[in-house]
């Protein structure tokens, strides 16, 4: 598609650490290339064209405190329409996150830092991230009409994913309000389960995020200093 279709909904994908490494890590033909992954998806559920887009840090990128710092989504997308020049615009309110492994890690950026951006994602997919109280507070956070995916695993990762998403559930449910959240622990085969869990949990989840319109979102998100004093989540790596 392109801008005589009007804009187009965007996949903006962040890797985990990365220090010193490959630019598009995840966009590497000789190791997991998501845009295959990603072009499956779309044609088995007939999706609607898209744009995936992934940025890349390599400087301060091997601690999760360092990753992501200060990523502004808005201005992201806004960089990503400039490379395409005329051709693409994309639709500010069908903007999916995801991010893997220690994107979920930082309180200051990444995952757990877009309920403080201008631009508010349409939906956030956490792969195989912390699960300790800053993700409780970072995504806990994002407005409740804000559907929030975690797919993770505990096979080469240990740690205790049902109580976050008891908790999780119960911060985020509130009134008769209840948010189009799942919180999944997938026993991931193989040797390599925290990588190869990346296009497991994309194909479980994007369609169903990609297809329908959002629904109205609040003008505002909840303040993550009002979430430190309900802190009953487990620690993370």
Known sequence: GGASEGPLPAVVFLHGLNDGGPIHRWLNPDAIDLRGVVAAIAESAALPPFILAAPSQTKDAGHARSLWAGFDLEAFVAAVERAYGDAYRIDRGRVVVVGHSAAGCNPDGGLLALAEGALLPAAVVAVDTCVDDDAFVGLGALPGSVP??????????????????????????????????????????????????????????????????????????????????????????
Request: proline fraction near 16%; charge should be positive; aromatic fraction near 4%.
């Open 148 to 237: 929030v995916r975690v797919v993770a695993q505990t096979r080469s990762w240990p740690r205790d994913v049902g109580a976050f998403r008891e908790q999780l559930r119960a911060l985020r449910s509130y009134g008769s309000f209840t948010p189009d959240d799942s919180v999944d622990e997938i026993d991931e085969p193989g040797t390599a389960p925290h990588e190869t869990i990346v296009p497991t949990a994309l194909r479980r989840v994007l369609a169903a995020l990609l297809r329908p319109s959002p629904p109205p979102r609040p003008p505002r998100a909840l303040p993550a200093a009002a979430l430190r004093p309900l802190l009953r989540a487990p620690r993370g790596r």
